[in-house]
């Protein structure tokens, strides 16, 4: 490779890298919110006279917020909250923030470009509940102390919302939920008390830690869905952010005193899905490195292999786990750059997973297949650039922890393992060649 086409790739890594890592969104327009929450609430006229009611029946009015536990698939792995209000013995009304259809025009692509919509839909709460009840999903209801006239606003607002012209919302996972509307609505009938207090509650927590917790049922889903964050996740956010977070929510309503909270169990069994508990970095980093490193060492079995018996098996091998971290590279780059999910905005991992360092440890690692005389010398010069590749790892590790203000996301989990398994293949076996 000459040196002019060397010069050309590393500007083509540079100017992509930092593109993405910038989040230079190349989506023409910002999305616009068709019912934003706090702007809709707080144009909502409250009553302000309860003459007209019957005071017995609202005294009789019992609003609480249900969590439903996690289950499969994976869109319900993080839980699930909802509003129920229940008049009487025979009418109980759950309303619920949380419904989406596949089925929706051009659903994927605008699922991948952050173009989420989801409605709110009342229902008898009676068949709701039968729904997670058959998924064995632990259900709790938490009944909120709420003073008559607030009981009113709730379920006007409600009702006014869930209008078929005010059914639908740009659904955010961090900041717009099924969880964070029904934060938004208690914090509007106690005039932003609640917010108040709620963000001078510390947390230990980022968005990150909070998402992992339910993301530790699969760890190759875990892996990825970490590879696509950026940065921003990784700062640490209060009680008020943290309840995006359906089990933090219903945490929030029982501490917060002036709601004076009951909580009961609605559905539970022994064997019944429950929210897990925050795992440690550590432990995840950890269960990666013994991954990479199991991977490692079969690589190196299929190596000795392939020097002996000029198996193809070692190329293939590579060639799989490096085309699928391409794929990955690519889909950072997209979420980056074309897509509206802020989320993976400021992605560091950008520098590391780059399509065009992929793209070409990709071709070498394709060059190790051939068997003809050639076979050791493309076979040492894939264990050449995977050396490289290794060491300009290292260096980036490094540097984070030089860097500590500037390179401060939470990506060990996906470097590490990375650096470990390309060192490795940059091993020598056999010295005779």
Same mark, same amino acid.
């Given at each position: 490779?000459?040196?002019?086409?060397?010069?050309?790739?590393?500007?083509?890594?540079?100017?992509?890298?930092?593109?993405?890592?910038?989040?230079?969104?190349?989506?023409?327009?910002?999305?616009? =919110?068709?019912?934003?929450?706090?702007?809709?609430?707080?144009?909502?006229?409250?009553?302000? =006279?309860?003459?007209?009611?019957?005071?017995?029946?609202?005294?009789?009015?019992?609003?609480?917020?249900?969590?439903?536990?996690?289950?499969?698939?994976?869109?319900?792995?993080?839980?699930?909250?909802?509003?129920?209000?229940?008049?009487?013995?025979?009418?109980?009304?759950?309303?619920?923030?949380?419904?989406?259809?596949?089925?929706?025009?051009?659903?994927?692509?605008?699922?991948?470009?952050?173009?989420?919509?989801?409605?709110?839909?009342?229902?008898?709460?009676?068949?709701?509940?039968?729904?997670?009840?058959?998924?064995?999903?632990?259900?709790?209801?938490?009944?909120?102390?709420?003073?008559?006239?607030?009981?009113?606003?709730?379920?006007?607002?409600?009702?006014?919302?869930?209008?078929?012209? =005010?059914?639908?919302?740009?659904?955010?996972?961090?900041?717009?939920?099924?969880?964070?509307?029904?934060?938004?609505?208690?914090?509007?009938?106690?005039?932003?008390?609640?917010?108040?207090?709620?963000?001078?509650?510390?947390?230990?927590?980022?968005?990150?830690?909070?998402?992992?917790?339910?993301?530790?049922?699969?760890?190759?889903?875990?892996?990825?869905?970490?590879?696509?964050?950026?940065?921003?996740?990784?700062?640490?956010?209060?009680?008020?952010?943290?309840?995006?977070?359906?089990?933090?929510?219903?945490?929030?309503?029982?501490?917060?005193?002036?709601?004076?909270?009951?909580?009961?169990?609605?559905?539970?069994?022994?064997?019944?899905?429950?929210?897990?508990?925050?795992?440690?970095?550590?432990?995840?980093?950890?269960?990666?490195?013994?991954?990479?490193?199991?991977?490692?060492?079969?690589?190196?079995?299929?190596?000795?292999?392939?020097?002996?018996?000029?198996?193809?098996?070692?190329?293939?091998?590579?060639?799989?786990?490096?085309?699928?971290?391409?794929?990955?590279?690519?889909?950072?780059?997209?979420?980056?750059?074309?897509?509206?999910?802020?989320?993976?905005?400021?992605?560091?991992?950008?520098?590391?997973?780059?399509?065009?360092?992929?793209?070409?440890?990709?071709?070498?690692?394709?060059?190790?297949?051939?068997k003809k005389k050639k076979s050791?010398?493309?076979?040492?010069?894939?264990?050449?650039?995977?050396?490289?590749?290794?060491?300009?790892?290292?260096?980036?590790?490094?540097?984070?922890?030089?860097?500590? =203000?500037?390179?401060?996301?939470?990506?060990?989990?996906?470097?590490?393992?990375i650096f470990i398994f390309f060192?490795?293949?940059?091993?020598?076996?056999?010295?005779?060649?």
């Amino acid at each position: 490779m000459t040196k002019v086409k060397q010069i050309a790739i590393l500007l083509i890594i540079s100017l992509l890298s930092l593109a993405s890592l910038s989040s230079i969104s190349l989506q023409k327009t910002p999305l616009s =919110n068709p019912f934003p929450s706090e702007e809709n609430l707080q144009n909502f006229e409250k009553t302000t =006279n309860l003459d007209q009611f019957d005071k017995e029946a609202l005294t009789n009015i019992e609003i609480s917020l249900i969590t439903i536990a996690p289950a499969d698939p994976i869109y319900s792995w993080f839980g699930h909250s909802a509003i129920l209000i229940e008049q009487d013995e025979n009418t109980s009304i759950i309303y619920d923030y949380g419904i989406f259809s596949f089925n929706t025009e051009n659903f994927y692509q605008n699922f991948l470009q952050g173009k989420m919509y989801y409605l709110l839909l009342p229902s008898y709460a009676e068949d709701r509940m039968e729904i997670p009840i058959e998924e064995n999903r632990t259900v709790t209801k938490v009944k909120l102390n709420i003073p008559d006239e607030k009981k009113v606003d709730i379920i006007n607002f409600l009702n006014y919302n869930a209008r078929s012209e =005010n059914n639908t919302y740009l659904y955010d996972f961090y900041i717009d939920n099924c969880a964070t509307r029904i934060r938004d609505i208690v914090n509007w009938i106690t005039d932003g008390d609640f917010e108040d207090w709620a963000k001078g509650q510390y947390t230990p927590y980022t968005y990150r830690i909070l998402s992992t917790e339910e993301l530790d049922r699969s760890l190759f889903v875990n892996w990825v869905l970490n590879s696509f964050l950026g940065r921003n996740c990784d700062i640490n956010i209060s009680t008020w952010q943290a309840m995006f977070a359906p089990q933090y929510l219903e945490k929030a309503f029982l501490d917060y005193d002036k709601l004076n909270s009951e909580a009961s169990v609605v559905y539970k069994t022994e064997d019944s899905t429950t929210f897990d508990e925050v795992s440690s970095k550590s432990l995840h980093l950890l269960s990666y490195t013994l991954i990479s490193l199991i991977l490692s060492i079969i690589a190196l079995v299929l190596k000795k292999l392939k020097q002996d018996k000029k198996s193809r098996l070692y190329g293939l091998y590579n060639s799989i786990i490096i085309f699928f971290l391409l794929i990955v590279s690519i889909g950072i780059t997209y979420l980056t750059l074309f897509s509206h999910i802020q989320p993976a905005w400021y992605n560091e991992n950008i520098f590391f997973l780059n399509p065009i360092i992929l793209l070409i440890l990709f071709y070498y690692s394709l060059n190790t297949l051939h068997k003809k005389k050639k076979s050791t010398r493309r076979l040492m010069k894939f264990e050449k650039v995977s050396f490289i590749y290794s060491i300009y790892l290292l260096l980036f590790i490094i540097a984070k922890n030089i860097f500590t =203000n500037v390179l401060f996301q939470q990506n060990y989990i996906i470097i590490v393992p990375i650096f470990i398994f390309f060192f490795v293949q940059s091993f020598i076996l056999n010295t005779k060649r």
